[in-house]
T-cell receptor
Framework: GQQLNQSPQSMFIQEGEDVSMNCTSS?????WLWYKQDPGEGPVLLIALYKAGELTSNGRLTAQFGITRKDSFLNISASIPSDVGIYFCAGGNAGNNRKLIWGLGTSLAVNP | NAGVTQTPKFQVLKTGQSMTLQCAQDMNHEYMSWYRQDPGMGLRLIHY???????DQGEVPNGYNVSRSTTEDFPLRLLSAAPSQTSVYFCASSFQNYGYTFGSGTRLTVV
């Protein structure tokens, strides 16, 4: 099945550093979502983007909907230990019954 | 607490056994989905529903059945369990946008 290209696959950073990850697709989407999954839990929605070029923040998290509608970026500023987890991107299109196409995730480790 | 409730949290089955994974949401969401998550494979859609009485297949439907008799419930049935169905299963629901709320998962092992 179709999947999004999410990179990097994993990151190991020091507490306080900024983090950037991105997601690309060969197809266009009209919705981009970013989720975080903690160990043993289900994914939790962080940010939803509905318009090309849109830049949205949620605390220390900022995500952008690429102008080409084929990519999205997530930035985390001043990382803290609780940022550890797997971050997933997902894309969706109206008329597709709300089915999402998922990336394989970016695993983030933070060294205190 | 409002949200998506999945039961059981853990299950071990023998090959050939059948079982039902339960999923219930109390947010009056129209859209519900079942995913399986395997290492290195990400989240793969098994079946989904756009409302009570309406279901459709996702990416990996073989070996699974679903029904949606009410808005709240969306059970997933394994017809004859196989070791390849060892996975973590997530149920998710959404209202009119794409912001799916996920349950905490069912960890299934088939031996």
């Amino acid at each position: 099945g179709q999947q999004l290209n999410q990179s990097p696959q994993s990151m190991f950073i020091q507490e306080g550093e900024d983090v950037s990850m991105n997601c690309t697709s060969s197809s266009i989407f009209n919705t981009w979502l970013w989720y975080k999954q903690d160990p043993g839990e289900g994914p939790v929605l962080l940010i939803a983007l509905y318009k090309a070029g849109e830049l949205t923040s949620n605390g220390r998290l900022t995500a952008q909907f690429g102008i080409t509608r084929k990519d999205s970026f997530l930035n985390i500023s001043a990382s803290i230990p609780s940022d550890v987890g797997i971050y997933f991107c997902a894309g969706g299109n109206a008329g597709n019954n709300r089915k999402l196409i998922w990336g394989l995730g970016t695993s983030l480790a933070v060294n205190p | 607490n409002a949200g998506v409730t999945q039961t059981p949290k853990f299950q071990v089955l023998k090959t050939g056994q059948s079982m039902t994974l339960q999923c219930a949401q109390d947010m009056n969401h129209e859209y519900m989905s079942w995913y399986r998550q395997d290492p290195g494979m990400g989240l793969r859609l098994i079946h989904y529903s756009v409302g009570a009485g309406i279901t459709d297949q996702g990416e990996v439907p073989n070996g699974y059945n679903v029904s949606r008799s009410t808005t709240e419930d969306f059970p997933l049935r394994l017809l004859s369990a196989a070791p390849s169905q060892t996975s973590v299963y997530f149920c998710a629901s959404s209202f009119q946008n794409y912001g799916y709320t996920f349950g905490s998962g069912t960890r299934l092992t088939v031996v």
